[in-house]
Nanobody, 124 residues
Framework: QVHVVESGGGLVQAGGSLRLSCAAS????????MGWFRQAPGKDREFVAG????????DYADSVKGRFTISRDNAKNTVYLQMNSLKPEDTAIYYC?????????????????WGRGTQVTVSS
């Protein structure tokens, strides 16, 4: 009965910022890794960022490194993705994923639970 729900998407101009939130419920503990993935029209789903259950370990795709920051607040069962210096190429549906593992992975098939996605559109 694990549920993952994303929010915070929207329309922003290039160079702007958005913060996505991912609320997780149904886990018996906070010991799960979480990741953000995105899928743009005509492109494959790609890894964006991941975070370990304690938040000490993070990983980013090269395309977003230095611009995006992933964090989590286990007291609120929420993971965030702060997106700065957004580019039109960042336009995609962003998905939050979770799995009962310590460290995140860039492989989508290794996440058992997924949100429905939130649309991020960056205009030029």
């Amino acid at each position: 009965q694990v549920h993952v729900v994303e929010s915070g998407g929207g329309l922003v101009q290039a160079g702007g910022s958005l913060r996505l939130s991912c609320a997780a419920s149904g886990f018996t503990s906070s010991r799960y890794a979480m990741g953000w993935f995105r899928q743009a029209p005509g492109k494959d789903r790609e890894f964006v960022a991941g975070i370990s259950w304690m938040g000490a370990s993070t990983d980013y795709a090269d395309s977003v490194k230095g611009r995006f920051t992933i964090s989590r607040d286990n007291a609120k069962n929420t993971v965030y993705l702060q997106m700065n210096s957004l580019k039109p190429e960042d336009t995609a549906i962003y998905y939050c994923a979770a799995d009962r593992k310590f460290y995140p992975t860039a492989r989508a098939e290794e996440y058992a639970y997924w949100g429905r996605g939130t649309q991020v559109t960056v205009s030029s």
